[in-house]
Every structure is written in C-alpha cells, then in structure tokens.
C-alpha cells in the first residue's frame, strides 16, 4: 500500500489544519487508516483511527478537537484539526492497517503551532 499525505504546514495556537492521507495499491486489505505523529525526543504516539465501517478512535489529548474522516470511494482519510495548541506540533504519519498488521506508512508532514 502507497500512502501519500498532505495538508501540513504552520499555524497560531487555537488555528484550524486538515491533514489528507490517499492511499493506493493493494487498497482492498485495508481494514483502518489513521495517524501517529512524532515529536522531537518522543515516541511516535497514535493519535486518531478509522475503520472501513466507520468506527472511530482518538487519542485523549485531542478527542473533541480533532476529527477523523473516510472517503472510501477516493481511498482517502481526512484528519480535521482544530483549536491546535504548541503541543500538537509532530511530525504527523499516515498509517494503513490490513488484518496482517501495518499494511504501509505515509512520508509524514510537519504540523507546527506557534503561541
């Protein structure tokens, strides 16, 4: 699976980003896409999933401010973030997920909030 993203870039705290995620290959294993992202001197953290039939999970620091979406007929994930603090600022990953593990990973995109 080919995962190429889009839509980073740098923002004020309390600014609004929309991350994209379009996937290619062998699409049809896909079960979930997500994101982590990645801070300098911290692990990569899982940030938000969505499953083919919908169902969505967050990481607690951005439930409520953070949305993740699902165009399955553009194969594409959307990751809508909103009300962004300095603390979000990572380098964001797009991640696929197929019923044999980590089906493939994007190239990343920096997200940077300023105060």
């Known amino acids: 699976v080919r995962l190429v993203e889009s839509g980073g870039g740098l923002v004020q705290a309390g600014g609004s980003l929309r991350l994209s995620c379009a996937a290619s290959g062998s699409i049809s294993n896909i079960n979930a896409m997500g994101w982590h992202r990645q801070a300098p001197g911290t692990q990569r953290e899982l940030v938000a999933t969505?499953?083919?039939?919908?169902?969505?999970n967050y990481a607690g620091s951005v439930k409520g401010r953070f949305t993740i979406s699902r165009d399955n007929a553009k194969n594409t994930a959307y990751l809508q973030m909103n009300s962004l603090k300095p603390e979000d600022t990572a380098v964001y990953y797009c991640?696929?997920?197929?019923?044999?593990?980590?089906?493939?990973w994007g190239q990343g995109t920096q997200v940077t909030v300023s105060s």
């Open positions: 991640y696929a997920y197929s019923a044999y593990g980590v089906a493939g």
């Open positions: 969505i499953a083919t039939g919908g169902v969505t």
